[in-house]
């Protein structure tokens, strides 16, 4: 079955430093990969993907992140944060192996972002 | 903007009842994707239709059911609700039916059961 799991419910960064955020998943398949982000009071939208093409992908915004098979990680990265990346963000694995576009989403990570 | 429409945006409504959330994909989006999103189960996946019929089922309750129509929209109805069925319920489409392709999420529509 598949699964993911994101490392930490919140993180704290200051603007202009990195930003790492932490997940590991479980699949019995070659599973895609998504981060999506949540604005408050917003829908989703997609950062990046992963579909077993190149291990880094990047993303908007100046996202990327690097699937480690090995690991079973996802994490997400950004060399600086902004202020504007304040928001909730998901780590997103397909149920692999079937012809669907269903989705298992992580608890998620809120990403605070101080001045 | 996404490109997906919900409505209604918010809805109030009593235990016992039954309401109708819609939903408009981007165009040209054959799948329509609902989700629920509350405090306690996260966000989760209810179910997928794909150029009208039912492609893919999650942990939906048999209290709800879909449907897509022949214009591509569809439609969430839930009935004889509960307190616990207040969530934010979310719509996505995209152009085909597999989980590589791009899902747009609509806005919502935040269900209040009192």
């Known amino acids: 079955a598949q699964s993911v799991t994101q490392l930490d419910s919140h993180v704290s960064v200051s603007e202009g430093t990195p930003v790492l955020l932490r997940c590991n998943y479980s699949?019995?398949?070659?599973?895609?990969l998504f981060w999506y982000v949540q604005h408050p009071n917003k829908g989703l939208q997609l950062l990046l993907k992963y579909t077993s093409a190149a291990t880094l992908v990047k993303g908007i915004n100046g996202f990327e992140a690097e699937f480690k098979k090995s690991e079973t990680s996802f994490h997400l990265t950004k060399p600086s944060a902004h202020m504007s990346d304040a928001a909730e963000y998901f780590c997103v694995v397909s149920v692999g192996g079937s012809n669907t576009g269903k989705l298992i989403f992580g608890q998620g990570t809120t990403l605070q972002v101080k001045p | 903007d996404s490109g997906v429409t919900q409505t209604p945006k918010h809805l109030i409504t009593a235990t016992g009842q039954r309401v109708t959330l819609r939903c408009s994909p981007r165009s040209g989006d054959l799948s329509v994707y609902w989700y629920q999103q509350s405090l306690d189960q996260g966000l989760q996946f209810l179910i997928q239709y794909y150029n009208g019929e039912e492609r893919a089922k999650g942990n939906i309750l048999e209290r709800f059911s879909a449907q897509q129509f022949p214009d591509l929209h569809s439609e969430l109805n839930l009935s004889s609700l509960e307190l616990g069925d207040s969530a934010l319920y979310f719509c996505a489409s995209s152009v085909g039916g597999y989980s590589s392709y791009e899902q747009y999420f609509g806005p919502g529509t935040r269900l209040t059961v009192t």
């Open positions: 699949s019995s398949y070659s599973p895609s």
